[in-house]
Structure formats: C-alpha cells, structure tokens
C-alpha cells in the first residue's frame, strides 16, 4: 500500500512539474503573453510641426545654405517654416539607428527649406549647427 501511494505521488509530482514547465495547460508558447504592440526604439520617421513659430538666426541660415551646398544641393533655399520645439532627447526628434542621444530635454529649433521642388527638414540644438533630418 505504500509503494501505490508513493507511486501515486510521483505521478501527481511529475505532472505538476510537466505543467510549470510548458507554462501550464491553458497557454500556448507560440502567442506572445501580451497584447501590447512590441517596443519601438525609434521615432517611424519626422515628427510633424508642432511648436512655436521663430526666427532663423542669420548663423543658422548660413549653416543651412553651407550644408546644402555641402549635399551637392544647387538651387536657392527658400525657407518653409521655422519653429521653436523642445526635443525630448539629444536625438532632436530625428534618431539614427544605433547612436545613442543625451536623455535630457533639448530647447531647439526645427526649420524647413525647399530647393527646387525638394523639402530638406533641419534639426538645431542649442548651438547653430544643423543637422538634416532624413526619413
């Protein structure tokens, strides 16, 4: 009689230890536990306007002009718009795939130029150099 129970709790045991092992009889390993999206670690592409208009400082314009030209851009800029954002990393809005970024809010500017028919959407920081946003 004592070899049955134990016998009987061997295989009570190895099921319960069979089910913690799978995760138990109602999960299924192949759907994820969460109905949450997965993390994204960058922004999908550039953010749209969203601060205050401003004014673009004749050091940023000709920071512009001489990236452009830089680009092998030929035309005159003709500035879009010009906004004051407050960027929420040293990403400015923009993140490039594997660079890290100051985690720290960044008082900037976004400014958007058109040379011949094409958009260029530049990024500044606290300083006067830009930096192209590029989807």
Do not use: H
Not at 51 to 80: F, N
Not at 116 to 123: E, K, L, M, T
């Amino acid at each position: 009689m004592r070899r049955s129970i134990l016998a009987g709790a061997g295989a009570v045991l190895l099921l319960l230890l069979t089910a913690c092992a799978t995760g138990g009889p109602m999960t299924d390993p192949t759907t994820p536990s969460s109905s949450r999206p997965p993390f994204a670690t960058t922004t999908p592409g550039p953010i749209g306007p969203s601060g205050t208009p401003a004014a673009v400082s004749p050091a940023q314009w000709d920071a512009i002009v001489a990236d452009l030209a830089e680009r092998g851009v030929a035309g005159e800029p003709v500035l879009v718009s010009a906004e004051s954002v407050t960027w929420p990393n040293g990403a400015l809005g923009c993140p490039k795939p594997g660079m890290s970024y100051t985690q720290a809010v960044v008082d900037g500017m976004r400014v958007l130029v058109e040379v011949d028919g094409v958009s260029y959407d530049y990024r500044f920081g606290r300083g006067d150099a830009p930096v192209l946003c590029e989807a």
